[in-house]
Protein backbone atom coordinates (compact mmCIF):
# COMPACT_ATOMS: atom_id res chain seq x y z
CA UNK A 1 0.00 0.00 0.00
CA UNK A 2 0.90 3.45 -0.81
CA UNK A 3 1.56 5.98 1.61
CA UNK A 4 2.51 9.87 1.82
CA UNK A 5 4.37 11.72 4.15
CA UNK A 6 4.13 15.53 3.77
CA UNK A 7 7.08 17.92 2.80
CA UNK A 8 6.08 21.23 1.88
CA UNK A 9 2.30 22.55 2.95
CA UNK A 10 0.68 25.25 0.54
CA UNK A 11 1.90 28.28 2.84
CA UNK A 12 5.62 27.59 2.23
CA UNK A 13 5.22 26.66 -1.29
CA UNK A 14 3.66 29.69 -1.72
CA UNK A 15 6.26 31.72 0.27
CA UNK A 16 8.79 30.38 -1.75
CA UNK A 17 7.40 31.05 -5.47
CA UNK A 18 7.45 34.42 -4.06
CA UNK A 19 10.92 34.43 -3.24
CA UNK A 20 11.58 32.54 -6.62
CA UNK A 21 9.92 35.34 -8.24
CA UNK A 22 11.91 38.01 -7.08
CA UNK A 23 14.98 36.31 -7.69
CA UNK A 24 13.87 35.98 -11.44
CA UNK A 25 13.09 39.65 -12.08
CA UNK A 26 16.13 40.46 -10.36
CA UNK A 27 18.16 38.74 -12.74
CA UNK A 28 16.46 38.36 -15.96
CA UNK A 29 14.25 41.17 -16.22
CA UNK A 30 10.68 41.65 -16.56
CA UNK A 31 10.40 40.83 -20.37
CA UNK A 32 10.78 37.20 -21.37
CA UNK A 33 8.99 33.91 -22.28
CA UNK A 34 8.23 30.71 -19.19
CA UNK A 35 8.27 27.92 -21.01
CA UNK A 36 7.26 25.02 -18.69
CA UNK A 37 7.41 21.20 -19.21
CA UNK A 38 4.56 19.30 -19.04
CA UNK A 39 2.61 17.67 -17.26
CA UNK A 40 4.87 18.51 -14.07
CA UNK A 41 5.39 22.42 -13.82
CA UNK A 42 1.29 23.12 -14.84
CA UNK A 43 0.49 24.36 -11.25
CA UNK A 44 4.00 25.87 -10.37
CA UNK A 45 4.04 27.78 -13.64
CA UNK A 46 0.63 28.99 -12.86
CA UNK A 47 1.70 30.42 -9.38
CA UNK A 48 5.07 31.45 -10.40
CA UNK A 49 3.65 33.45 -13.48
CA UNK A 50 0.89 35.22 -11.17
CA UNK A 51 4.20 35.63 -8.31
CA UNK A 52 6.11 37.61 -11.76
CA UNK A 53 3.29 39.47 -12.28
CA UNK A 54 3.58 40.83 -8.68
CA UNK A 55 6.76 42.01 -9.13
CA UNK A 56 6.32 44.07 -12.11
CA UNK A 57 6.84 41.32 -15.16
CA UNK A 58 4.72 40.43 -18.00
CA UNK A 59 6.03 37.12 -19.23
CA UNK A 60 4.46 35.34 -22.33
CA UNK A 61 3.95 31.56 -21.08
CA UNK A 62 4.31 28.64 -23.75
CA UNK A 63 4.71 25.24 -22.55
CA UNK A 64 6.32 21.65 -24.25
CA UNK A 65 5.40 18.46 -23.38
CA UNK A 66 8.15 15.33 -22.37
CA UNK A 67 8.25 12.04 -20.99
CA UNK A 68 10.53 10.17 -19.35
CA UNK A 69 8.51 8.19 -16.52
CA UNK A 70 5.41 6.79 -17.69
CA UNK A 71 3.53 5.13 -14.63
CA UNK A 72 7.19 4.27 -13.66
CA UNK A 73 8.66 5.47 -10.46
CA UNK A 74 12.26 4.73 -12.26
CA UNK A 75 12.87 7.21 -15.16
CA UNK A 76 13.26 4.83 -18.47
CA UNK A 77 16.37 7.00 -19.36
CA UNK A 78 14.59 8.13 -22.53
CA UNK A 79 13.37 11.50 -23.12
CA UNK A 80 10.60 11.70 -25.29
CA UNK A 81 8.67 15.04 -26.96
CA UNK A 82 5.19 14.94 -26.97
CA UNK A 83 4.15 18.14 -27.46
CA UNK A 84 6.29 21.18 -28.60
CA UNK A 85 6.14 24.97 -28.64
CA UNK A 86 5.37 27.34 -31.36
CA UNK A 87 9.26 27.94 -32.89
CA UNK A 88 8.60 31.83 -32.72
CA UNK A 89 11.29 31.82 -29.67
CA UNK A 90 13.74 33.15 -31.49
CA UNK A 91 15.71 35.99 -30.47
CA UNK A 92 13.83 35.94 -27.13
CA UNK A 93 14.81 35.74 -23.43
CA UNK A 94 13.26 32.17 -21.84
CA UNK A 95 13.07 31.17 -18.09
CA UNK A 96 12.67 27.44 -18.99
CA UNK A 97 10.42 25.82 -15.89
CA UNK A 98 10.49 21.98 -14.97
CA UNK A 99 8.84 20.77 -11.47
CA UNK A 100 11.72 18.53 -10.32
CA UNK A 101 15.05 17.88 -11.68
CA UNK A 102 16.66 14.68 -10.69
CA UNK A 103 18.32 12.91 -13.76
CA UNK A 104 18.64 16.01 -15.46
CA UNK A 105 17.40 14.48 -18.64
CA UNK A 106 14.62 16.34 -19.50
CA UNK A 107 15.94 19.82 -18.61
CA UNK A 108 19.08 19.08 -20.28
CA UNK A 109 16.96 17.77 -23.17
CA UNK A 110 14.57 20.76 -23.25
CA UNK A 111 17.41 23.24 -23.00
CA UNK A 112 19.46 21.58 -26.04
CA UNK A 113 15.84 22.13 -27.90
CA UNK A 114 15.65 25.45 -27.42
CA UNK A 115 18.96 26.73 -27.75
CA UNK A 116 18.81 25.04 -31.50
CA UNK A 117 15.97 27.97 -31.67
CA UNK A 118 18.65 30.87 -32.00
CA UNK A 119 17.34 32.11 -28.53
CA UNK A 120 18.39 35.16 -26.92
CA UNK A 121 19.54 34.02 -23.05
CA UNK A 122 18.19 31.21 -21.49
CA UNK A 123 17.51 30.00 -17.57
CA UNK A 124 16.19 27.59 -15.97
CA UNK A 125 13.82 27.09 -12.76
CA UNK A 126 13.18 23.99 -10.84
CA UNK A 127 10.54 24.26 -7.77
CA UNK A 128 12.44 20.58 -6.76
CA UNK A 129 16.07 19.71 -7.27
CA UNK A 130 17.22 16.22 -6.06
CA UNK A 131 20.80 16.41 -7.22
CA UNK A 132 21.57 12.92 -5.46
CA UNK A 133 20.19 11.59 -8.62
CA UNK A 134 21.72 13.50 -11.53
CA UNK A 135 22.34 11.65 -14.03
CA UNK A 136 23.53 14.56 -16.67
CA UNK A 137 25.51 17.82 -16.08
CA UNK A 138 23.25 19.78 -15.72
CA UNK A 139 23.07 23.56 -14.04
CA UNK A 140 19.64 24.93 -12.55
CA UNK A 141 19.77 28.69 -11.99
CA UNK A 142 16.76 29.18 -9.60
CA UNK A 143 15.98 26.30 -7.50
CA UNK A 144 12.71 26.60 -4.92
CA UNK A 145 13.56 23.57 -2.32
CA UNK A 146 16.40 20.46 -2.55
CA UNK A 147 15.22 17.16 -1.48
CA UNK A 148 17.28 13.61 -1.13
CA UNK A 149 16.96 11.24 -2.95
CA UNK A 150 13.28 10.55 -2.30
CA UNK A 151 10.37 10.19 -4.76
CA UNK A 152 7.66 13.11 -4.02
CA UNK A 153 4.08 14.06 -6.05
CA UNK A 154 1.88 16.73 -5.53
CA UNK A 155 1.23 20.43 -6.55
CA UNK A 156 1.94 18.77 -9.84
CA UNK A 157 3.73 16.44 -9.41
CA UNK A 158 2.82 12.65 -10.55
CA UNK A 159 3.17 9.46 -9.08
CA UNK A 160 1.54 7.07 -11.91
CA UNK A 161 -0.69 9.76 -12.28
CA UNK A 162 -2.22 10.29 -9.40
CA UNK A 163 -1.60 12.77 -6.68
CA UNK A 164 -1.03 15.90 -8.66
CA UNK A 165 -3.95 17.72 -7.44
CA UNK A 166 -2.88 18.06 -4.05
CA UNK A 167 -1.52 22.17 -3.06
CA UNK A 168 1.15 20.37 -1.40
CA UNK A 169 4.86 18.27 -2.36
CA UNK A 170 4.82 15.27 0.39
CA UNK A 171 6.76 12.05 -0.51
CA UNK A 172 5.61 9.03 -1.82
CA UNK A 173 6.43 5.67 0.63
CA UNK A 174 5.80 2.47 -0.25
Known sequence: MTSTRLLFD???IADRVDVLARDVVAEVGTSFVVVG???GSFVFVADLVRALDRTGAE?????MRLSSYG????????VHLLGDIPTHVAGK??????DIVDTGRSIAYAVALLRQRDI??????ALVDKPSRREVDVAVD?????????FIAGYGIDYAEMYRHLPHICAVED
Open 120 to 125: AALWTC
Open 59 to 63: PRVEF
Open 93 to 98: RILLVD
Open 71 to 78: LERQSSGE
Open 37 to 39: LLK
Open 142 to 150: FVGFTVDDV
Open 10 to 12: ESR
